[in-house]
C-alpha cells in the first residue's frame, strides 16, 4: 500500500526559481492538505482542497499556489522561491466524512538558497 | 479559534521511565482529538485518537484520555523504549475538516 507518496524528496532551489511538488494518494480520500513544519512552530497549513476541482487557503498560503485536477492528485507550487519557503513540506489525505484522522507522506525537504 | 498547546521539549528519559507529554485545547465545540508521531525523516503518523469526552484512545502502550472538564489530551506510556524516541504532536479536528497541530514535544529515550 503506497498511501501518500510526495515526489521530489529533497530539492535545492536558488531564489527566484519556481517549483512544482506533486503529492498522490491511493486511497480514494476526498480532502487533501499541504502543510510546511519549521523547527518549534509545528505544522501550519498552506493549502488544502476538499473534492476534486476546489482549493482553499490555509494559515500560511502566500508564496504558493495549488491545484487539484484529479482527486489522487494535490500540485503545491512556487512561483518564485524565496529563502523563507525553506522548510520540510508535507502532504496528507483524509476520507470526507466524520473526524477522520489524516495520513501523511514522508516529506519533500526544500531549500532555497 | 481552535488551537493546541502541548509541554515544550525536549525531553530525555532513561528506558523504561514513565512517560507523560501535556496538551491542552481551546475549542469552541467538541473536537476530535488525536496524537500523531513523527520519526526521524520520516512523516506524521497516527498514534492514537480520541472523538469524545472520557473516550480512552491507546495504542504501542501509549494512552490518553479525552477530559472535557480540563480541556486535555496528555499523552502516557508506562514504561518507554529507545524506540520511541521521536517527535510527538498533538491535534484536534473539528467542523472544518483541518486540523490544528501544537507545536510538537521531542522525546529521546538512552538505553
Known amino acids: 500500500n503506497a498511501g501518500v507518496t510526495q515526489t521530489p524528496k529533497f530539492r535545492v532551489l536558488k531564489t527566484g526559481q519556481s517549483m512544482t511538488l506533486l503529492c498522490a494518494q491511493d486511497m480514494n480520500h476526498e480532502y487533501m492538505y499541504w502543510y510546511r513544519q519549521d523547527p518549534g512552530m509545528g505544522l501550519r497549513l498552506i493549502h488544502y482542497?476538499?473534492?476534486?476541482?476546489?482549493?482553499a487557503k490555509g494559515e500560511v498560503p502566500d508564496g504558493y499556489n495549488v491545484s487539484r485536477l484529479k482527486k489522487q492528485n494535490f500540485l503545491l507550487g512556487l512561483e518564485s522561491a524565496a529563502p523563507s519557503q525553506t522548510s520540510v513540506y508535507f502532504c496528507?489525505?483524509?476520507?470526507?466524512?466524520?473526524?477522520?484522522?489524516?495520513?501523511f507522506g514522508d516529506g519533500t525537504r526544500l531549500s532555497i538558497l | 479559534g481552535d488551537s493546541v498547546t502541548q509541554m515544550e521539549g525536549p525531553v530525555t528519559l532513561s528506558e523504561e521511565a514513565f512517560l507523560t507529554i501535556n496538551c491542552t485545547y481551546t475549542?469552541?465545540?467538541?473536537?476530535?482529538l488525536f496524537w500523531y508521531v513523527q520519526y526521524p525523516g520520516e512523516g506524521l503518523q497516527l498514534l492514537l485518537k480520541a472523538t469524545k469526552a472520557d473516550d480512552k484512545g491507546s495504542n504501542k502502550g501509549f494512552e490518553a484520555t479525552y477530559r472535557k472538564e480540563t480541556t486535555s489530551f496528555h499523552l502516557e506510556k508506562g514504561s518507554v523504549q529507545v524506540s520511541d524516541s521521536a517527535v510527538y504532536f498533538c491535534?484536534?479536528?473539528?467542523?472544518?475538516?483541518?486540523?490544528?497541530f501544537g507545536a510538537g514535544t521531542t522525546v529521546t529515550v538512552r538505553a
Open positions: 491535534a484536534l479536528t473539528f467542523l472544518d475538516y483541518k486540523l490544528s
Open positions: 482542497s476538499v473534492g476534486e476541482g476546489t482549493t
Open positions: 496528507a489525505s483524509r476520507r470526507g466524512e466524520g473526524n477522520q484522522p489524516q495520513h
Open positions: 475549542a469552541t465545540g467538541y473536537p476530535s
